[in-house]
């Protein structure tokens, strides 16, 4: 019997028992769209650093730990550091030198929310390291800011915690902060960023002196990993390209998307449990069929192979309406995500739908296995003469 036959068998023998065949196809449909939204965010933190790095990015940060995974290195770089490394300017091609203090906190102002307070010496123009910055309102910082109580707020920082020129954003319990500029939209990261010139961060945070890292941006960054190498035996202290970044970005969220997978993982165990049940149920009823079937010539082969094909399809239709049904979930997230900080936070990649397509498929076939063992074991007399 041909191919075509096998398969417009196994749909018949589906649509034999819709309403289990649907029950059975909407548990897959939850499992495989739960999996995906939980992987998509990972896809969608990837996709934001790969494209938002090379805006906001260093072509190398000199730091004394290193970045860990958190992203952010321990500020216990001496500001000294930055002289150091301008004095060689000329040798590494280096174009600006710039001590970076970097704080993520939940203010209160901000309504709990987290932000990132970035940092940096109001002498250095801000066009140094984040290119294509303006101000929508109000002003950038200037020299004559280092050491005040000012901020500069991205868009969407501006807008969450409902700031306006002129308002305070308190850091802590004796720090705060007035707001001269509001940076119009970027799209990325900067829209949550709050400026603030370095001295007085480091008062509000008594790191007087320190910094996470010297930011470094080069006048030929393809030779950042050679000019990375020669600052580490120089200074014996650690840097880190942009790669290197995101090498250490990804293991993290390779390790998030691995727990967020065994969390989902078990409603597809269920929604395999399922399949199992409805194709195992599905034998017992058509047991004289398929003793018919075997009487007629049909090699216990053939049987095995339409029990198997069935459990396939109600995974395949499952993984088609999980994609769907995830892919409506990610346009959800993201429009949390676009709302809160003017980033897309999940990604529906083609990696991703292959990956759910071949959850599916093993769903699928592990599901059918033992039905199918056991419809290819029905002995004709048996099948035959069961009423």
């Not at 790191?207 to 580490?232: F, N, Q, T």
């Not at 120089?234 to 090498?247: I, M, P, R, V, Y």
């Not at 397509?357 to 093993?362: A, G, H, K, R």
């Amino acid at each position: 019997m041909k191919a075509n036959d096998l398969l417009k068998l196994a749909l018949r023998g589906l649509s034999r028992r819709a309403v289990r065949t649907a029950l059975t196809v909407a548990g897959i449909v939850v499992a495989v769209a739960s999996m995906v939204i939980f992987l998509s965010l990972g896809e969608g933190i990837r996709q934001v650093f790969r494209s938002q790095l090379s805006e906001i990015g260093p072509d190398i940060q000199v730091s004394v730990d290193g970045i860990g995974q958190g992203g952010i290195p321990t500020p216990n770089v001496p500001v000294t550091l930055a002289p150091q490394l301008e004095a060689k300017k000329a040798e590494y091609g280096l174009k600006s030198v710039t001590p970076v203090l970097l704080s993520v906190r939940s203010s209160v102002s901000l309504d709990g929310q987290n932000f990132v307070f970035y940092t940096y010496p109001t002498a250095q123009p801000l066009k140094d390291l984040i290119p294509g910055v303006v101000a929508a309102q109000g002003r950038l910082l200037t020299p004559e800011d280092e050491g005040q109580n000012v901020a500069v707020i991205g868009s969407k920082a501006a807008e969450n915690g409902g700031f306006k020129l002129g308002s305070d954003v308190r850091f802590n319990r004796r720090s705060f902060f007035k707001v001269i500029g509001i940076l119009a939209s970027g799209g990325g990261f900067t829209d949550s960023f709050i400026l603030v010139p370095l001295s007085t961060m480091q008062k509000a945070q008594n790191l007087e002196g320190r910094a996470s890292y010297i930011a470094l941006k080069l006048d030929d960054p393809s030779a950042a990993r050679k000019v990375a190498e020669k600052i580490k035996t120089d200074f014996k202290l650690e840097a880190q390209t942009q790669s290197d970044f995101l090498k250490i970005i990804d293991k993290a969220i390779t390790a998030s998307d691995a727990i967020r997978f065994g969390i989902s993982l078990i409603a597809l165990i269920v929604g395999g449990l399922a399949v199992a049940n409805t194709v195992m149920m599905g034998v017992f009823e058509r047991t004289r069929e398929f003793g018919t079937m075997r009487a007629i010539g049909a090699q216990p082969s053939f049987v095995r192979s339409l029990v198997l094909l069935e459990s396939l399809l109600l995974s395949i239709l499952g993984g088609i309406g999980g994609i769907i049904l995830g892919y409506l979930g990610i346009l959800a997230v993201n429009y949390y995500t676009q709302d809160l900080a003017g980033i897309n936070g999940a990604a529906l990649t083609g990696r991703l739908i292959g990956f759910a397509v071949l959850v599916s498929l093993v769903i699928g076939l592990l599901a059918g296995l033992l039905p199918a063992r056991s419809a290819g074991r029905i002995v004709i007399t048996q099948a035959l003469g069961r009423n």
